[in-house]
């Protein structure tokens, strides 16, 4: 069984941008495909951005489109989100988690079996 831990997580202000990394160890994790997701106090948990485990595939929510991107390194066993133009709604605790599903990244997070403690992220306007 994989186990995630992510970092970067931290305190900016709107317009700056931050690069959250999830760590794999315990497997390889290019079998695995992986997602970012994040929540926000009072509110539920949603997608942001995907990786197939190969990372010919990417996908991202319609808010962060355009500003987030998403990497892996799977010989470094990592995953990257890289976050710019930040906004204060991007203000959430982010997770990675990973689904050993080898088609496009998917956004529910039912599907993803394996989960990081989460990063804060707190965007002050």
């Known amino acids: 069984q994989v186990q995630l831990v992510e970092s970067g997580g931290g305190l900016v202000q709107a317009g700056g941008s931050l690069r959250l990394s999830c760590a794999a160890s315990?497997?390889?994790?290019?079998?695995?495909?992986v997602g970012w997701f994040r929540q926000a106090p009072g509110k539920e948990r949603e997608f942001v951005a995907g990786?197939?485990?190969?990372?010919?595939?990417?996908n991202f929510a319609a808010s962060v489109k355009g500003r987030f991107t998403i990497s892996r390194d799977n010989a470094k066993n990592t995953v990257n989100l890289q976050m710019s133009s930040l906004k204060p709604e991007d203000t959430a605790v982010y997770y990675c988690?990973?689904?050993?599903?080898?088609?496009?990244?998917?956004?529910?997070?039912?599907?993803?079996?394996?989960w990081g403690q989460g990063t804060q992220v707190t965007v002050s306007s």
């Open positions: 315990g497997r390889s994790i290019s079998t695995y495909a």
């Open positions: 990786i197939s485990r190969g990372g010919a595939y990417t």
């Open positions: 988690a990973a689904e050993a599903w080898s088609g496009d990244p998917r956004t529910e997070s039912a599907r993803y079996g394996t």
